[in-house]
């Protein structure tokens, strides 16, 4: 399987022609040919390495009727990723080696993209005692990001214990910063808007005690510590002081929070409730800023689906979460390239490279290289159009961004050396798991 690759616009701003066989860069200069090559004209398009989430939630096994691994990996690809690790608040938690293993094996099994699974902290996620770390760190699927999210790790001693079981392996724990005692019943931002609008507040201090509390007990322990969906910009201060500590603190944003605000919550579409919430004005500044200046280590989606049901009804009785996949790079380039604070390497450094770093996924630290695993993703960022519900591949359409003009085209995304996405439009799944099984049968 051989693919040529012409005139694509590196990163670094070079173009370069690249040879891709049998799943490997193996050539990169100009004026290359091929013989029985698929040729991909690349011509204006600006190439990037595999996309990398994260935090993804593809619901598989148990919540079926909100996402696959099939349904969500579409999702994923569609959008320019080639990996994505898969959140482990499913039916059973992916709390054990045979659970995790499940999940990885059906992403490789599909072949859209590497679907590298999320430990639990605890088991069942109920927060008493720690899940079987060891045991999924040494499975077939060698988790690396153990996380509850959805639910926080609030029981201090509970989380020392993580931080020191996971140091021992390289792995890291993934906070989902949440108070949950002041947090009770909250459904938006903490604010005037919600005093307002008669919806519960959801305080900013509830993130960022529990931010404060866990990077301390990282430097305890000489633990890595990565925090989801960083959300406020008191949180940004905290990460910053934390760095500036010397503390192995990590963090992420979600594009929904690059862009959206509070104000969303007036129109009472439960497609803007979110866990965390939508924060203020000032807080969107406040992360856009941290960014831009590697405060905020990386951009992950938070891709979480559900049925039409649980979304379109009233805003109290709706669940929290929005779909992302699709979207995450339009809404980067719009936020952060457009506006000016980005370059494109600074995109395949916060959505490909250090999230890849961060759970220790090989085969991204040498993007383009020749002798590298291909994965790649080619964009138009000329390209402008309306985000509808037909550039939705996952299960749900539960997008903030139905409507909404984005920046942006994902013409071809490459996994493993075999194209997921071509000519913008996603390859039959069938094709798509032949060429992963060639490729990986050498």
């Known amino acids: 399987m051989t693919l040529l690759i012409q005139g694509a616009t590196l990163p670094d701003g070079t173009r370069a022609d690249l040879i891709v066989h049998n799943g490997v860069i193996t050539e990169r200069g100009s ?19 595999g996309l990398v989430d994260l935090h993804t939630h593809l619901r598989e096994p148990g919540f079926e009727q909100s996402e696959t691994i099939l349904t969500g990996s579409r999702a994923a690809a569609s959008g320019g990723f080639t990996a994505v690790h898969a959140m482990a608040n499913t039916s059973p938690v992916a709390d054990t080696a045979g659970v995790v293993e499940q999940v990885a094996s059906l992403g490789e099994q599909h072949g859209y993209v590497t679907v590298r699974p999320v430990g639990a902290v605890t088991m069942g996620l109920a927060g008493e005692r720690l899940s079987e770390i060891g045991a999924m760190a040494r499975s077939r699927a060698a988790v690396r990001v153990f996380s509850d999210d959805g639910k926080c790790v609030h029981d201090a001693l509970l989380m020392r214990r993580a931080l020191e ?45 529990i931010i404060a509390r866990d990077v301390l007990l990282a430097e305890a322990v000489g633990a890595r510590i990565h925090i989801c969906h960083l959300s406020t910009a008191g949180s ?66 938070d891709h979480a689906p559900h049925p039409i049901e649980t979304k379109e009804c009233a805003w109290a009785e709706a669940s929290f979460g929005m779909v992302g996949l699709e979207s995450a790079l339009n809404i980067v380039q719009q936020t952060m390239v457009d506006a000016g604070a980005f370059g494109w390497s600074d995109v395949a450094r916060v959505l490909s490279v250090t999230p890849a770093a961060i759970g220790r996924l090989d085969g991204y630290d040498a993007p383009f290289a020749v002798g590298s695993p291909a994965h790649l993703t080619l964009v138009d960022p000329t390209a402008r159009s309306v985000f509808g519900v ?28 075999v194209p997921t996405v071509l000519d913008g439009v996603l390859r039959d799944p069938a094709e798509v798991a032949q060429g992963a099984a060639v490729v990986a049968h050498g």
């Open 236 to 301: 940004v201060e905290v990460i910053r002081w934390a760095k500036a500590r010397g503390i192995a603190v990590t963090a992420e944003v979600t594009p929904h929070h690059l862009l959206l605000t509070e104000a969303k919550a007036s129109t009472y579409d439960a497609r803007f409730k979110v866990n965390p919430p939508l924060r203020r004005e000032e807080d969107v500044r406040a992360l856009r800023v941290a960014l831009a200046d590697g405060t905020i280590d990386i951009v992950a989606t």
């Open 165 to 209: 079981y996971v140091s021992t392996f390289g792995g890291v724990v993934a906070q989902h910063a949440q108070e949950p005692r002041l947090t009770e019943g909250a459904q938006m931002n903490e604010g005037a808007l919600s005093s307002e609008l008669g919806l519960a507040g959801w305080p900013a201090v509830a993130e960022e005690a």
């Open 390 to 417: 037909e550039h939705l591949h996952g299960q749900s359409t539960n997008s903030p961004y139905l409507g909404l003009e984005l920046p942006g085209r994902v013409v071809a995304t490459v996994h493993r050396g």
């Open 31 to 49: 004026g290359l040919s091929a013989q029985s090559a698929t040729v991909i004209d690349a011509d204006g398009l600006q190439a990037l390495p």
